[in-house]
């Protein structure tokens, strides 16, 4: 069992990307092949986070939604 948690603890510090979780559709603006890979690398990171979250696991907070950085 706690191999399998390390597994997942590796999985998610690889995976997981807290600058991901502020993607928005006014980010992609104007290409729309953007708007589904953001929407889904956002979506993902979230659900690692909240996994992370669940299990204990430290990662960096998600970033807020700013459309003005991009």
Known sequence: MVDKI????KFIESNYSASACGLTAECSWGNNNDVFDDGYSCGYSYALY???QIMGIEVEEPYESNDEMW
């Open 6 to 9: 390390k597994e997942i603890e």
């Open 50 to 52: 909240a996994i992370a």
